[in-house]
């Protein structure tokens, strides 16, 4: 644990010193006049902003105008791009594109420099320009002040008990979460008595007044990432060939278990672009396995629909399983919609004191 702390002093200064001139105005955030609502992390990757950027545009889009903004990670364009869903992740990055196709009528954009894409947002022609931007992958930006701040913390990683890269998980000092509005406890089991709500919330050192609030992942039924040709008769299957690149499957793979009664895992780096011989590889599993289902997840599902090394026979068994955050209870629900819609009006005139 010494060592530790030695090892990572000189980043640990590094964030104390950039987060304090932040504190002290000497570095600026910029205010934007339309409610700008922020969901992010201080773990790196696999705490469910994805999924919780969705249920957040879920809960503002029947009433508002609502622009996601993501960076569009390990894309290869550059610069400001509003999201097609005809785009491929290649242009535009696995997660925006999943965005784009659950939510047609929302504006996805994105834009490695958070600032300058909330300018192009609000710069559109007034019938697409949006009242409410959310901001995917936003809480260490700190160019941008958002109306709200959602820190999200994964229910297995209690952020005091971690330590930052490369030895642990956090790319930010566990102390900024002092800058979040609400917390949102990711990945919970179905139930949680008083009891365990209260023990996870002082590991998180998350004091009983302060907005918190506990959901789950649910899994939807299984889709085929090709409709038109997609052979629904394997779903049914005993067994399974799950490929992933993602942060952590171990949370899929308990789902999985209670309904398939083979698993065979292969899994790959986060973000992972799957090459010519990795396609082989699944391609073999499928031959040598002729029942079972070829499974992944939605996000990779984005990276392997333009892919050009799948053969028309795996394309028949290639399917995703969708996944959204839910609240534990109704009653957290109805609480997290007000504390997210409460004060935004229903017109396209705001200022900087809504929130």
């Known amino acids: 644990m010494i060592r530790s702390k030695i090892l990572l002093f000189p980043y640990y200064l590094t964030l104390k010193l950039r987060n304090r001139l932040y504190d002290k ?14 969901i992010g992390n201080i773990t790196v990757g696999g705490t469910g902003k994805t999924p919780t950027v969705e249920l957040v545009v879920r809960l503002l889009k029947p009433q508002h105008k609502v622009a996601i903004l993501s960076r569009g990670y390990k894309r290869k364009t550059r610069g400001f791009r509003i999201v097609d869903s005809n ?14 196709k659950k939510n047609e009528e929302v504006i996805v954009a994105v834009d490695t420099k958070r600032k300058r894409g909330i300018a192009q947002l609000l710069a559109l022609p007034e019938e697409l320009r949006p009242e409410v ?21 994964d229910y297995h990683r209690p952020l005091f008990k971690d330590n930052l890269l490369p ?35 002082k590991a998180n050192r998350i004091s009983n007044d302060f907005p918190c609030f506990f959901a789950r992942i649910k899994y939807c039924p299984i889709e ?34 209670d309904i398939y009664e083979q698993i065979t895992n292969i899994a790959y780096k986060d973000h992972h ?28 599902a984005q990276r392997l629909i333009s892919n050009n090394h799948l053969s028309s026979e795996l394309k028949k068994r290639l399917f995703y399983i969708p996944i959204e955050t839910e609240f534990l209870t109704g009653e957290e629900n ?22």
């Open 273 to 300: 672009e799957f090459t010519r011989g990795n396609i082989r590889d699944i391609e073999y599993f499928a031959r040598s396995n002729p029942r079972a289902l070829i499974l992944t997840t939605e996000k990779d």
């Open 87 to 100: 785009a491929t992740a290649r242009e535009v990055g696995d997660e925006p594109l999943q965005m784009k």
């Open 133 to 153: 931007i959310v901001l995917d992958d936003a809480f260490q930006h700190r160019k941008v002040m958002p109306s709200k701040n959602i820190l999200l913390i």
């Open 224 to 257: 085929p990432i090709f409709a038109e040709i997609g052979d629904k008769r394997y779903i049914y299957s005993k067994e399974v060939g799950l490929f992933t690149g993602i942060a952590n499957v171990k949370p899929l793979l308990m789902h999985l278990s």
């Open 334 to 355: 109805y609480q997290f919609r007000n504390f997210i819609t409460g004060s935004i009006p229903s017109t396209s005139s705001f200022n900087s004191t809504l929130f």
């Open 167 to 201: 030895i642990g998980r956090l790319r930010d000092l566990p102390e900024q979460m002092r800058r979040a509005d609400a917390i949102i406890i990711t990945k919970c089991p179905e139930h949680l008595d008083e009891w365990e709500r209260e023990t996870i919330k």
């Open 25 to 38: 105005g000497v570095f600026k955030s910029h205010q934007f006049d339309v409610p700008v609502i922020s």
